[in-house]
């Protein structure tokens, strides 16, 4: 979604936000745009489309200054154009913002507005903030105070960053809800304001989260930190871990080809820390879960959204198998809205790559009116999804830059793995055998994935062949059942191919009408307890006349009779097969998308972090 980036130093702001605003590329957006306070003036440069196409303009009609702010846009109000892109510059000309967010009362506040004789440039709701920046400014106050007074009367939730030519020493920034993170970067003399870490990393790893209702004054020097009612807060300052060159692409073709190969190591950082083979233990420690209050759930209910919902619904069955604990699964936008049965004694938790998605986070503060202890799964350190919860498991996989996520759901398959094992372990329902028995499996993680990412060759000869097709149906069950719905959002979302997912002892009871030869069948069918099932429907679907693509565990002779073609995975404990089973399923997206010649890191109307409803 929109991305943010703010600057202030005694640098050049321009290359410094354009160089932020192409690290956050990969959220998805449809128009940016670039204002620095220059010689005491706003210049303002903005344009459709690519960031590349504001790069040109700014080429073509070059803007410096030592502050400045910038955004890429995702469109809620008004369509992508430059006029409707931010930076949003109010009537005087000596404010200027960029917003994150829905200003959800903006009609009431622009007729308000208008009625007072402002004239509004462009359709969106953003620019009532300005006009009401602008509004508070003419009263004599600071712009701080302006910003503050503006901020009570908007509705909504918001990240937003200001800056005045009057006043041009500093920058203002506030979060109000979840729509974005606002992160304050750190430097020597200079300081940095994103709405995403990968931004600003490059300088700085010394950064502070803002929390909901709170807001910056950022100078060359600090930031100072206050509620939107002006009470201090003490600056806590992380310091990042990511290492910048995680963000880069390297020899890779695209983003999402880098990631699916980063997986070789990001399974091991899964485990490392975590697992301690010796003493057969499980250490979670950031989930700050102890015996007594592992001991006190009655249920688990994981809520998440797309990609990161499909691994809820593996955890389901992992929890359920070794925690015996009941799990349910739901999709954060239905669970916030359903009115769910949570107690004090149920755990919810949610599993987010970016930690700021509108609908998980909401799922989260439900469930946290509802007294229910809030567990989060997030890669994105220092998210709101990782900071509101009571305790948390970070992905440790890195920045993810590819829309499509990949390296982000394997990483909490095995997340969710450990987290089985550790509550059983806690709730002292585990034996020891068991235990024993579980751990020694993670053992085979990274050489099996290994072997997965070796077969790309083979799953390219797949994709060239059925690049054409038009439709596809992804079955699958058991454990493997949501891989199925997983391989299929993969596909659709960068390949633009209608792909569908069903559990396949559903096939039978519609889906089977439409399999003929041009609807090819992709089936998950690993040696697993439910792989004699899976051999019957398969059986059923190839009776139909359609082509059969199977995943299928090495050595399986009958899966090599059937399928017209096989993605071989390695044979693994049962309760892992996702992990190996999800990979030929990326890459087959993927090199079907690359072959189309698609976008495959920016597919269409897609963002990599969904920060509204
Ligand atoms: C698909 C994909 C999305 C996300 C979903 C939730 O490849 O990436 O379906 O999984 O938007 O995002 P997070 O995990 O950031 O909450």
Known sequence: MCGIVGYIGEKNATPIILGGLKKLEYRGYDSAGIAVIEEGNIELRRDVGKLVNLEKLVEQQPLSGKIGIGHTRWATHGAPSAKNAHPHIGETGDVVIVHNGIVENYLELKEELEAEGAHFNSETDTETIVHLIERNLGSGVSLEKAVRLSLQRIKGAHGIVVISSKEPDKIIAARIGNAGGVVIGYGEGEMFVASDIPAILEYTRRMSFLESQQMAVVTRENATITTLDGKAVPAKIDTIAWDPVAAVKGNYRHFMQKEIHEQARSLIDTLTGRVDFENNRINLMNLNLDAEKARKFNKVIITACGTAYHAGLVGKTMIETIARIPTEVDIASEFRYRDPLVDENTCVLTISQSGETADTLAAMEEARNKKAMVFSIVNAIGSQAMRVADGYI???????????????????????????????????????????????????????????????????????????????????????MPIAYEGALKLKEISYIHAEAYPAGEMKHGPIALIDQDMPVLAIMPKDQWYEKMLSQVEQAKARGGILILVATDGDERAGELGDDVLWIPEAPWMLTPVFATIPLQMLAYHIAAIRGLDVDQPRNLAKSVTVE
Do not use: W
Not at 412 to 429: E, H, K, N, Q, S
């Open 394 to 480: 970070s992905m440790q996989v890195g920045p993810e830059i590819g829309v499509a996520s990949t390296k982000a759901f394997t990483a909490p398959l095995v997340d969710l793995y450990l987290f089985a094992i550790y509550l059983a372990d806690l709730r002292g329902t585990l034996s020891e055998e068991e235990r024993y028995r579980s751990i020694y499996d993670l053992r085979v993680i990274p050489d099996l994935a290994g072997k997965c990412l070796k077969r790309e060759d083979a799953v390219r000869e797949v994709a060239e062949k059925i690049k054409d097709i038009h439709n596809i149906l992804y079955l699958g069950r058991g454990i493997n």
